[in-house]
């Protein structure tokens, strides 16, 4: 009833509406219409894969439930192996079989080399001069050689051995306390204690411990993580940016990035105090942040490496390092749940004595 009364009353409107104001609003609306047409007119046709039904402005966004693996798998089933899907003002391509992801992931690969840079990368990994998100070229080829070569050789993983050693060591004698004491031990926290510790020994030469209330090297890390993943309207909707302005998004993500660049600066700094006093020279155990100094101090390197290209890069180890220990312990606590999915009941009933 009330969209009849509006229809009624905007036909009387435009009823009274003297002639001349008719036909000048007639022909913009038919002008607005022709310019529109011609513009649909003049884009190249592309033959694009199949694609479920859209809504205007969301796109398929719509499709999505609370488990967006399992609504893909019921479109793959629909649509076919290969789908191309709306996300609000993102074109996404969905490649659901193995023979197609073959041919993406190796006969295409530099074709679909590059990651989407979203909000949170730009802000949090200098804007996307880590690997994950910087755009193929050189200087992606430059750092992946940095990392291969001189990071995660043979030799340099080798030389970490002492570490990890060390750190079980401390494990071990933890638990072995805690047997004696008839003490329950968390060992989900111990194991990720004992992680963060030797990632963080490996890239920074230390344990970083929490202090006044900062964050560890672990937890950065992890919040790092976190907000990557988060949604943030703007990167589906650009107009609708400022709307992650309002909701404390963007300055929890500059807040974060703050404390880590800070953080970083400081490691720099103790690192660079040590090595001008001869120390690391004299010693074979460097960390990563004694390598990338090194290549950069002595000129190394095919291109200019900045001080922000040595925190992105150092920042990739560690997320990288953090989410191979997350996968270690889905697989080592989950049950699989027939679906892809895991559940914690074991971790549940092992947690204790």
């Known amino acids: 009833m009330a969209q009849l009364q509006w229809l009624q009353r905007m036909w009387q409107e435009l009823y009274e509406l003297p002639m001349n104001s008719l036909f000048s609003l007639l022909f913009c609306l038919f002008s607005i219409l022709f310019i529109f047409k011609l513009l ?152 990720i204690e004992v992680s963060d510790n030797i990632i963080s020994r490996s890239t920074l030469g230390q344990k970083i411990e929490e202090e006044d209330g900062k964050m560890t090297f672990g937890q950065l890390s992890r919040q790092v993580m976190v907000q990557l993943m988060k949604f943030c309207l703007g990167d589906f909707f650009p107009y609708l940016a400022w709307v992650d302005v309002l909701t404390g998004f963007i300055s929890s993500v500059k807040g974060t990035f703050k404390e880590l660049d800070t953080f970083f600066d400081q490691v720099i700094e103790d690192h660079k105090t040590i090595m001008e006093s001869g120390v690391v020279a004299q010693s074979n155990k460097k960390d990563f942040v004694d390598i990338l100094l090194h290549l950069q101090r002595d000129g190394m390197l095919d291109f200019a490496f900045t001080k922000d290209n040595l925190k992105a890069i150092l920042l990739t180890k560690m997320m990288e390092a953090s989410i191979g220990k997350r996968r270690i312990w889905d697989f080592r606590w989950g049950e699989d749940d027939g679906d892809g999915g895991f559940n914690g009941e074991k971790k549940k009933d092992f947690n204790g004595t």
């Open 40 to 191: 649909r007119r003049g884009k190249p046709k592309y033959h694009l894969p199949p694609s479920p039904p859209k809504l205007p402005i969301i796109g398929n966004l719509h499709q999505f439930g609370s488990l967006p693996h399992r609504s893909l798998r019921a479109l793959s089933k629909k649509y076919g192996p290969v789908m191309l899907l709306e996300l609000g003002h993102v074109n996404t391509l969905v490649v659901s079989s193995v023979d197609m992801a073959r041919q993406l992931m190796k006969a295409q690969d530099i074709d679909f080399a590059n990651r989407p840079q979203n909000t949170a990368a730009k802000i949090l990994l200098y804007g996307c001069t880590d690997i994950g998100f910087a755009h193929y070229g050189e200087y992606w080829r430059q750092a992946k050689k940095i990392c291969v070569l001189e990071l995660l050789s043979i030799k340099r993983v080798q030389s970490f051995q002492h570490i990890r050693e060390e750190e079980i060591a401390v494990l071990g004698d933890k638990i072995r306390k805690a047997c004696v004491t008839q003490t329950p031990v968390n060992l989900s926290e111990m194991l």
